[in-house]
């Protein structure tokens, strides 16, 4: 096969990846991994290149096309090294939910892998927006959206590298549970259930026995403890995102106002103090 000065140009510097891939870092802090990378592509007069050409196509073309996917999703394949490719995947989150992305290739530890993530408009008419940009080098991706919606992952790699790849992609809720030893089948209602007078249940509600511990479900500090008419004895904690949790109904508090606590830590125990006086312990967890 003979090569065409460009190409041969193209293959000389995708060897060398710390020209392409880390121009000083100094100068283009605020920039992409990806936008970094193509910075070099630019310096090296490649961006006329045809296979430039098709790498950015590819790319667009993967936002466009991303299938739909459950999760968790896991999937392997190859990626060839001489033809532009960039794979995507679009999912839906919920807010309380962090988002977990892992991308290996097989063999090569040193190709830069370009990871993205992107947030779907509801208007059809608007372009994915990026919400978050792994660094160079990185073959990991994790966030937590600030809305319910569609995301959408994408990855490619630099010019000329592939391989085997193996990618994963998975959701876990941000805050831990909160019941000691509790599950899923203890809530006894949910955020938003009806109540009397057109009311709505502003938090959920999980049944266990009394005295269970109740858990700290995120780092954060205690902002308020004490004792009111609905919630009985209760515990607000701040966490380090600046969201409230609400603690009620508790047969008693074990933390004082201004205490640093990290998930799994005892704030209290399960009661059916306040209004809860007629029913089975349980915690109404909040916020």
Known sequence: MILRPALLTLLLLAGGCETLGRIPGALFDHRTARERY?????????????????????????????????????????????EPQALAWRFMVRQGQSVHFEFALAGDSTALVFLEAWRISDDTLTPPQLEISADSGERALSFEPRRDGEYLIRVQTE??????????????????????????????????????????????????????????????????TGVNNLGGNIVWLRDDRGYSLYYAHLDRSAVAEG????????????????????TPPHLHCGG
């Not at 000691?180 to 006894?188: S, T």
């Not at 205490?259 to 007629?278: L, Q, S, Y």
């Open 38 to 82: 193509e910075t070099g592509l630019e310096l090296a007069r490649l961006t006329t290149t045809a296979l430039v050409r098709d790498w950015r196509a590819a790319a667009k073309r993967a936002l466009d096309e991303a299938p739909l996917i459950p999760t968790p999703h896991s999937e392997e394949g190859v990626l060839l090294a001489a």
């Open 159 to 224: 010019l000329l590298r592939g391989g085997r790849f193996t990618a994963t992609l998975r959701l876990a809720p941000i805050l831990a549970f909160p019941v000691a030893n509790g599950r899923e089948r203890d809530i006894g209602s949910w955020f938003g259930a009806p109540r009397d007078g057109g009311r709505q249940h502003h938090g959920v509600d999980i049944f266990a026995r009394r005295g269970t511990p109740v858990l700290a479900a995120t780092a954060g500090r205690v902002t308020r």
């Open 259 to 278: 205490t640093e606590v990290v998930a799994g830590d005892t704030v209290g125990f399960v009661g059916n103090t306040g209004n809860a006086k007629r």
